[in-house]
């Protein structure tokens, strides 16, 4: 079976044939930083506070003057970023309002929704098959109870999340609580995300969809919050950046054009035990980081540019070697919440297991097999097929283990992601994590002919999934399962035990 990509690209020809010539594109750094709104919620109780978000289609501003049809959380790509408390739980209705079918490829476009960070039930984590049809619902309830950290929320569909992402269903969830807020780093306008993706399109406008051969998605404009190459003018003081790759499959290497160094304070899971001083972090898709850059060592009038060397297989254009430019002014700033601390968060639960505690060590191999990408040798659609029995591992509740992760034999790169739990990076090839990946982790870069050990615990039962945050893999088809059991029986609630709801709304929010 092709995939709706597949069909396209081998009825297009030259797949680049439409496309908006470079000379249409902006030029880096012509266009202002913007962060994307922050979403609201429609009611508030003591227990919880509660949003609605429809997903639409949405025409978007990406290159100036040209509008470019998409899907949209709430009309925004990215969505309405979430700012949430530790300890206060939400719910969010997830209203899907899409056409039956995509306009360009043809596929049913359900769509399932994913909190990426979040330890929700499995009826609320966007489960690939658990979909919601359009003129359905359904309302998802997040605990919000781990430390603080930056998650993301994006379109989980099974077979079309790396269209539905692409195309705009994906956005930025920020949880705080008090002991970070205590540590005094950047807060307010001094904290901001950037939030990369990268796009092709069209002549007209509309987005353009090219494989490069199977293996990805790439666009030759790099957006931070939606907007191309965008430049973003900073006081001479500390900022921290919550860098999130939103990219369907390009990987990033980043740096800054000056050359000097920055503090990695956060990782997938929230704050590193201390933070790291780093030139450059090699970023996969799914993956988050978070900066602390100090723009007070520079003149104002200077620029520095957050640059790309591309790690390979990566489809390379033009412009891709940029990100976005700082713009050093002479403001005057607010001095208070300036500072680093050199203890950030030593007591996060996964930075304490200890290697010698896991009870099992399992392999796990990215390998393609018969055309398909797959975790094991199995794919999504032998889940769906085992009418969602099958499993690639079943830990105890409690217990601490160690997976191996390999893509040993294959030329290619997997971002590896784990639902539900946070890890830590146990070794790369033998040798020690690389320093900015020494904090709490969900996703990890595997990069070719790698193979990397992670140490996680799992601590409450259900089922969940993982799989490669090459959402053009993870569609076609490296995406498996894993239960957390308790005694070796299934205790957990079930994916598929909150399903979606028709149109009208049957009850107010
Ligand atoms: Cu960010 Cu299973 O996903
Ligand atoms: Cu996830
Ligand atoms: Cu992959």
Redesign the pocket.
């Known amino acids: 079976m092709l995939w709706p990509t597949q069909r396209l690209a081998r009825a297009a020809g030259d797949p680049f044939r439409n496309r908006l010539p470079q000379s249409r594109l902006p030029r880096p750094f012509t266009v202002p930083y913007r962060q994307p709104p922050v979403a609201l919620p429609v009611r508030s109780t003591a227990d919880a506070d509660y949003f609605r978000i429809t997903m639409a289609p949405a025409l978007v501003e990406i290159v100036p003057g040209l509008q470019t049809p998409m899907y949209a959380y709430n009309g925004t790509v990215p969505g309405p970023t979430f700012a949430s408390t530790r300890g206060k739980p939400i719910v969010v209705r997830f209203v899907n309002t899409l056409p039956a079918k995509d306009e360009a490829l043809g596929y049913d476009q359900w769509t399932s929704v994913h909190l990426h960070g979040s330890p929700s039930l499995p009826q609320f984590d966007g489960y690939a098959s658990d979909i919601t049809l359009p003129g359905q619902y359904k309302d998802y309830h997040y605990p919000n109870t781990p430390t603080a950290r930056t998650l993301w929320y994006h379109d989980h569909g099974a077979h079309h999340t790396a269209e539905n992402v692409y195309q705009g269903l994906f956005g930025m969830h920020k949880l705080r609580d008090p002991a970070e807020d205590a540590l005094g780093l950047p807060t307010g306008e001094f904290d901001l995300p950037i939030v990369i993706s990268d796009i092709m399109l069209q002549a007209d406008g509309k987005v353009l969809f090219t494989l490069a051969e199977d293996n990805g998605m790439y666009g030759d404009i790099i957006c931070v919050n939606g907007r191309p190459w965008p430049a973003l003018k900073v006081k001479r003081r500390k900022y921290r950046f919550r860098v999130l790759n939103g990219s369907v499959s390009r990987s990033y290497n980043l740096s800054l054009s000056s050359g000097d160094s920055f503090q990695m304070i956060a990782t997938d899971g929230g704050l590193m035990p201390s933070p790291q001083t780093v030139k450059s972090f090699r970023h996969s898709m799914g993956e988050r980081y978070e900066i602390v850059v100090d723009f007070a060592r520079y003149d104002p009038g200077k620029r520095i540019v957050l640059q790309n060397d591309s790690p390979k297989n990566n489809q390379k254009f033009p412009n891709i070697d940029v990100v976005m430019a700082f713009d050093v002014v002479d403001d005057a700033f607010d001095p208070s919440n300036n500072d680093v601390p050199s203890k950030l968060n030593p007591d996060h639960e996964t930075m304490l297991l200890n290697e010698s505690d896991a009870v099992k060590t399992r392999q796990v191999e990215?390998i393609r097999t018969k055309g398909q990408?797959t975790v094991n040798r199995v794919t999504w659609q032998q889940i769906i097929d085992s009418n969602f029995k099958l499993t690639l591992a079943r830990p105890e509740v409690g217990a601490t283990e160690i997976w191996e992760v390999s893509t040993q034999g294959g030329g290619?790169?997997?971002?590896f992601h784990i639902h539900f739990v946070d890890f830590l990076v146990l070794s790369r090839n033998g040798q020690p994590a690389f320093a900015f990946e020494r904090g709490p982790k969900d996703v990890m870069y595997v990069g070719e002919n790698e193979k990397v050990r992670l140490l996680t615990r799992f601590d409450a039962p259900g089922k969940y999934m993982l799989h490669?945050h090459?959402a053009v893999?993870?569609d076609h088809d490296?995406m498996t399962q894993y239960e957390i059991v308790k005694n070796g029986v299934s205790v957990g609630n079930d994916p598929f035990s909150a399903r979606a709801i028709d149109l009208p709304e049957a009850t107010p929010l």
């Not at 290619?412 to 971002?415: A, D, I, L, T, V």
């Open positions: 990215l990408w290619w790169f997997h971002p490669c090459n893999h993870e490296m």
